[in-house]
DNA sequence: TACCCTGCGTACCGTACGGTACTGTACGGG
DNA sequence: CCCGTACAGTACCGTACGGTACGCAGGGTA
């Protein structure tokens, strides 16, 4: 997923605490711990079983529980990066294909067991502790998620091939490509056989972007859009 | 029909189980402790406590804890009727005003503390045990919003306002009224001013989907398209 | 009055978890 | 060789919770 792409504007991590190789280690074994069997079994003795290291480190390390928790989000969105997909902004159909790779990749970001697994993390804490988690998983994966699509959008506006707020243009793409799938995973819904496919939901919600946002007339693709519903 | 006898673990079958005024008291009351304080607070010596009513009376009622948390889901589904909003199909403006009101209503409701706290309780517990309270919300709750809203498409399909499939047409609805809030706000993100103000929003995103599913030409509005964007 | 049923209040039990303290051990520097 | 540091492993403690058992009051019935 973000293999060999080389890695674009990190956002100024100043608070962006770092861990050794060792903490690191036992983050993510505490990230599998908690994907496998969600929040009620993550548990510090259980973390320092799976990571072969003492509770009492863990507690040294990341202060209390909810200090660890806060770093294994932290540790889990270090790891994604801002892929560089701005390019080709010039050409409508390379702008179309990046639009529609991004939508692919949202979906499969926020479909995937990690991100599940710590949204209903944070979801579960939002209520009580002033939903730190909660703030800490928008601030450090949506963040990144937007910049990367305002960025495309904003080279697609130069290039013409886009009109409107761009703002509003990311807040209706993000919607038209998302629905509520996000929410269903959540709830531990499955999706329908044609919502799996994200390739053509990607397609899709694409082509309906630009029939709300491109600029006049142009659909983002070669043809005039297409009406394939009966 | 004598109540209290039977104790079934609700989820499975007879899925309009009523129950006494007592324990419906106990219900809103339960649902009280979970709005104010989240599941964490949802505890079976609270409830007792805050409801005036012995912990064994709550296990004879509702079997367990997890039955409980069913009961209080059901309880509260129990509560949301769907409005009966299919009228003025014919006129134009009226279907539109419709969309408008439903999509108000469906933002006002996913926004209310009642609401995100369910929501909470049931992706918290999505993880394990099959997400079986999810499921359960998805069904009562979002069934009857889905079934108002289709009441009401179908009837603009039928009068020639809107075209293409229904369903992919509710889906394209309740995604551009509702975006990525539902989520933000089951995080614990605030709004900012201008996504608080549902009745703007409600507008701007009906008149979106009438540009993506309004029969041709046709935006729903009196005048020609608008231009809400700054 | 005797009996029974319902349900409140509460004491109680087992367990699980967060957090702490203690011990043993490997390592590295002086 | 000694000492400080870091860490694994584990025993331990206080607490909170789910769930159960028991006592007791009120009301209905005969």
Redesign the interface.
């Known amino acids: 997923m973000f293999a060999g792409t080389p890695i674009v504007s990190a956002l100024a991590e100043s608070p962006n605490q770092t861990y050794s190789p060792r903490q690191n280690a036992v983050l993510e074994c505490a990230l599998k711990v908690l994907v496998e069997?969600?929040?009620?079994a993550l548990t510090t003795a259980r973390i320092a079983r799976e990571a072969n290291c003492s509770k009492e480190s863990l507690y040294k390390w990341f202060g209390d529980r909810d200090g660890l928790l806060a770093a294994v989000i932290g540790f889990q969105a270090a790891k994604v990066r801002v892929k560089d997909a701005g390019q080709g902004a010039g050409d409508p159909d390379a702008f179309r294909a990046s639009l529609v790779v991004f939508a692919r990749d949202l979906l499969t970001v926020l479909a995937g067991d990690v991100s599940l697994?710590l949204?209903?993390l944070?979801?579960?804490q939002?209520?009580?502790e002033?939903?730190a988690l909660?703030?800490l998983?928008?601030e450090r994966g949506r963040r990144t998620i937007e910049t990367r699509a305002r960025a495309l959008l904003e080279s697609g506006a130069r290039a013409g091939h886009i009109s409107?707020?761009l703002g509003?243009a990311y807040?209706?793409l993000?919607?038209?490509v998302?629905?509520?799938s996000?929410?269903?995973l959540?709830?531990?819904?499955d999706l329908a056989d044609d919502e799996r496919d994200f390739a053509t939901r990607a397609d899709a919600a694409v082509d309906?972007f630009f029939?709300?946002h491109g600029a006049d007339g142009k659909t983002g693709r070669a043809g005039p859009g297409p009406d394939n519903?009966?």
Chains 1, 2 share one sequence.
């Open positions: 069997g969600g929040e009620r697994a949204n209903r944070a979801i579960g939002a209520s009580r002033g939903s909660g703030r998983l928008l409107g707020d509003e807040r209706v993000y919607a038209l998302v629905r509520d996000h929410v269903r959540l709830l531990g819904d309906q029939r709300l519903n009966s």
